[in-house]
């Protein structure tokens, strides 16, 4: 089987220190390529920057680039310039990680939505999917949406954690969905099990969000307690289930609409 991990926050201290064990592991667990996330300008930067230095770890390595929700209110006319930039880089394949975040509101909401939009515009004049955030603003994030999803080549909601009207909310506006280790948390994730087999083969991909989000269902636990790609095995095996189909073939489907989704070749 092989497996692509669409969002994975290498330039984290914690995985960084040790990139080329963290990728050798994820090659052995089937991961063939991994999408590097972007959260702010500087780490889209160094994001860009480990997938040239790793070009031959073995695994092919690709990142997004934009400005989270938390960073909105440094966003400003120069940031939409070197994001532009940025995103003309042949490993860039998404804008993002952007979009909204009620629950913690590190930026107030005026900015976020301003943000998230210039970056929208970005991606309507670049043709390049978006690679989206939101914690508890669905209903604001699709008001938002609606408003460029004609224009837009597509976009996925990462680490979708809300539920089922959000869900079919997103799928309405043709949007993919991005699961992680969310699911295998039996404190906050079990509500995402229903919803699982609503979500079409073709709209569905895979992620750790690593080093966040260990699969509380993972055993051994790693000593460390950081989660990384090579676990993405453990959100393949959780999801699988609850979909009624084996672990081959949402690989092979989930895999196929990564590819499709950010232009990644075949290997």
């Known amino acids: 089987m092989q497996l692509i991990d669409i969002g994975v926050n290498l330039t984290h201290p914690s995985l960084a220190r040790e990139r080329e064990a963290v990728l050798e592991r994820a090659r052995a667990a089937g991961v063939c390529q991994l999408v590097l996330t972007g959260t702010n300008l500087e780490e ?39 994001l532009r930039a940025l995103l003309g880089e042949a490993p860039v394949r998404a804008v993002g990680e ?9 930026s107030p909401r005026p900015l976020q939505e301003k943000a998230l939009e210039e970056q929208l515009e970005l991606a309507v004049a670049l043709q390049l999917p ?25 976009a996925v909601v990462h680490c979708f954690t ?18 992680t280790g969310w699911v295998c948390d039996e404190r906050r994730g079990t509500h995402l099990h229903p919803l699982l087999r609503d979500i079409p083969a073709g709209r569905l991909m895979l992620e750790s969000d690593a080093p966040y989000l260990l699969p509380r269902s993972l055993r051994p636990k790693p ?24 672990q081959e073939a949402l690989a092979a489907h989930s895999t196929a609409c990564a590819r499709a989704f950010f232009g990644l070749p075949v290997i």
């Open 98 to 106: 952007c979009g909204l975040d009620f629950n913690r509101d590190f």
């Open 223 to 246: 000593k460390s307690g950081h989660n990384e790609p090579a676990f993405l095995t453990e959100v393949l095996r959780e999801v699988a289930l609850h979909r009624g189909e084996s």
């Open 162 to 179: 809300g539920d089922k009207a959000t869900l079919y909310g997103y799928l309405d506006l043709d949007l993919h969905i991005g699961i």
């Open 44 to 82: 889209s930067e160094r994001a860009l920057t480990f997938c040239r230095e790793l070009d031959d770890s073995g695994l092919q390595l690709f990142s997004t680039a934009g400005v989270h929700p938390h960073d909105a209110s440094q966003w400003n006319a120069d940031s939409s310039r070197q």
């Open 130 to 154: 978006v690679f989206l955030h939101e914690r508890e603003a669905g209903e604001r994030l699709i008001g938002i949406l609606r408003q460029f999803r004609d224009r837009l080549t597509a």
